[in-house]
């Protein structure tokens, strides 16, 4: 569905994450719907935000994109005319995502790990059942897939932590993009472990082991994705914003 289609009423956008305050139940809102990552296996959403490549090949993989519209970060791929066998590093495996699609594919997708970045991966404990050192990962993109990259707008994508490797979280860029929806309000739920920041209004009764993490890392993650929320917010004062938990 295109977050523009007359049917959706247009004066509250909707913004979703995965947390204990979205009833995942709940499949339809009266307004527009930006959902981040593995949403779209729950329910469709106006527009698809997802900032990680491995969720973006999940996305691609399954077809989602041809019906909804979809925001990727770092989004670039190649046409179909330029072979990855010709891109990829010679010292580097290939693996193809979806072998199965290649045949009526328009474009693919291709990013890569190192040996050091497979080795960090699996220290700290995110590393991707196919992935390998020194490989390069192939996603086959069928002709007239509704994606586009992400505006940064405020929130470059470069934006790197010293010490963590990170960027900004979908769900800031999904945020970002309501707010410049055109909405008279936006709801942002499911994101319990950050709405505690912001001024609040909800029914659903808090749970504090939603907290911020204990772990160092990941505290310092979590406090940087604040920044970024915060940047949003700022630079869209005259937007009433009502964050759940």
């Known amino acids: 569905?295109?977050?523009?289609?007359?049917?959706?009423?247009?004066?509250?956008?909707?913004?979703?994450?995965?947390?204990?305050?979205?009833?995942?139940?709940?499949?339809?809102?009266?307004?527009?719907?930006?959902?981040?990552?593995?949403?779209?296996?729950?329910?469709?959403?106006?527009?698809?935000?997802?900032?990680?490549?491995?969720?973006?090949?999940q996305v691609i993989a399954s077809g989602y994109p041809v019906e909804h519209e979809c925001q990727f970060g770092g989004w670039n791929p190649m046409p179909i005319g330029v072979p990855p066998e010709d891109l990829n590093p010679p010292h580097y495996d290939l693996y193809e995502y979806n072998p199965e699609d290649r045949k009526r594919a328009s474009d693919w997708y291709y990013y890569a790990t190192s040996a050091a970045d497979y080795e960090r991966a699996v220290k700290e404990k995110y590393v991707m059942p196919y992935w390998k050192p020194d490989c390069g990962y192939v996603c086959w993109v069928s002709e007239g897939y509704k994606i586009k990259e992400v505006d940064y707008d405020v929130i470059p994508i470069a934006d790197f932590m010293p010490g963590v490797n990170m960027r900004a979280p979908s769900g800031a860029y999904a945020l970002q993009e309501a707010l410049k929806g055109g909405h008279d309000r936006v709801e942002v739920i499911g994101f319990d472990s950050i709405a505690g920041e912001f001024a609040t209004t909800s029914n659903n009764e808090y749970r504090p082991e939603f907290e911020?993490?204990?772990?160092?890392?990941?505290?310092?993650?979590?406090?940087?994705w604040l920044e970024y929320y915060k940047t949003v917010v700022e630079q869209h004062k005259e937007i009433e914003i009502i964050w759940h938990r």
Not at 27 to 49: A, F, P, R, W
Not at 215 to 223: D, H, V, W
């Open 1 to 57: 569905m295109d977050k523009m289609n007359n049917e959706v009423p247009h004066d509250i956008g909707y913004v979703l994450g995965n947390g204990p305050s979205r009833n995942k139940d709940k499949k339809q809102y009266d307004g527009v719907t930006y959902g981040c990552n593995s949403i779209h296996t729950e329910m469709d959403v106006n527009v698809l935000v997802v900032m990680d490549v491995e969720v973006q090949y």
């Open 212 to 224: 911020l993490p204990s772990f160092p890392i990941l505290e310092a993650r979590m406090r940087k």
